[in-house]
């Protein structure tokens, strides 16, 4: 929620810190309001941390297989959280991050009575890969992270030692853009209109290493096989409310109104040459796509019963419906069109007993 702009002001910080976790920051924004009576606000904000160096452990359960093949030291006894016996093999490393988020907006007073503003934002989120870190040694002392069959404190290591085991498994990306504008207007005697329209354009995907043993290209920490998962989906709001006196009942205002909201969404899992890469996909395990929609009509009455209390009884109507498709392989599962309906009543008392106090009490059922 942005102050609309009244004159020029400028700021910049920009730090860093250190400690259990790096960190750096740069901000930035102006406003100011021009002699024909358009105002501009304008902001930014980029982040980004090297993560915490220990974020997870790699942990490897034996099998009740006894062996001596290819033995390894340096791992730690501990217990899986059910209280299984296990090891503590290495870290994963640190999950560094960058978080940029932009976004500018527009006022203007087209007269006395009518104001809109508009605007744009972008945000994006950036989480990434670190070295990983093994504690198992062979018997020459050498590091040890690529052995598909090896053995500790004489049990064989349930999948085996792979670099798989020691990456990080939730890198991911999402960048979102939001196009928004809003008009409010006065027509007098205290009758109001006020408008707003958003959409919302919004990317998330996740590349994850194959933990396939027979995975090729093979998985090491600088590339290989992997799984891309992504969920592109778009959202547009809509409200319009006029709120008026009702000219026969004193200190009694109507607000009528409607919203509106649909959303659409078009993911897929694809197979990746290089999880390191998104634009290597080279075919699609399943695809979904979706969409849901939500219509509101409400009606508020608010009633100056005294001075100091005021009684507020409304309602709305909402009616959502859904519909979606999901594809796997030779599977099609069509989801036909249902949908929901319900009016939601609302009660409130509020109550202003002495100055600068307030009580209030309310009551209502949602959807």
Do not use: C
């Amino acid at each position: 929620i942005t102050k609309v702009p009244t004159e020029r002001a400028v700021h910049f910080t920009t730090g860093g810190g250190g400690g259990s976790v790096d960190q750096w920051w740069t901000r930035g924004s102006y406003q100011d309001r021009f002699k024909n009576g358009l105002g501009v606000s304008i902001s930014f904000n980029h982040m980004d941390s090297a993560g915490y160096g220990d974020s997870d452990y790699v942990i490897s359960t034996p099998t009740a297989t006894n062996s001596t093949t290819n033995p390894l030291t340096g791992a730690i006894p501990t217990t899986t959280s059910q209280g299984t016996p296990a090891y503590w093999t290495g870290l994963k490393g640190a999950r560094p991050w960058t978080q940029d988020n932009a976004q500018i907006k527009l006022f203007y007073d087209i007269d006395e009575n009518t104001d809109i503003m508009a605007g744009f934002a972008w945000d994006s989120n950036d989480n990434g890969y670190s070295p990983y870190t093994s504690f198992l040694r062979n018997s020459s002392g050498a590091v040890v992270d690529n052995l598909g069959t090896a053995s500790i404190g004489g049990k064989s290591i349930r999948g085996g030692v792979r670099p798989v085991n020691f990456l990080t498994s939730t890198p991911s990306y999402e960048d979102t853009h939001r196009y928004f504008s809003r008009l409010n207007h006065d027509f007098g005697n205290e009758i109001t209109l006020k408008a707003d329209i958003s959409y919302l354009d919004l990317n998330f995907m996740s590349p994850t290493a194959s933990n396939s043993a027979t995975a090729n290209p093979a998985v090491t920490y600088n590339g290989g096989a992997g799984t891309l998962s992504a969920i592109p989906n778009d959202r547009l709001d809509t409200n319009v409310s006029v709120r008026m006196p009702v000219k026969f009942l004193p200190r009694n205002y109507l607000t009528v109104g409607f919203a509106s909201n649909h959303n659409t969404v078009d993911s897929y899992r694809g197979q990746l040459n290089n999880f390191r890469d998104e634009n290597s996909l080279k075919g699609y395990d399943s695809t979904s796509t979706g969409s849901s929609t939500l219509l509101s009509g409400f009606i508020q009455d608010e009633w100056g019963i005294l001075e100091n209390l005021t009684a507020y009884t409304g309602g709305r109507f909402d009616h959502w419906e859904t519909q979606g498709t999901i594809t796997s392989g030779t599977f099609t599962k069509n989801y036909a069109n249902r949908s929901v309906s319900q009016f939601n009543p609302k009660f409130a008392l509020v109550w202003n007993p002495i100055e600068k106090s307030k009580l209030f009490a309310s009551a209502g059922w949602a959807f």
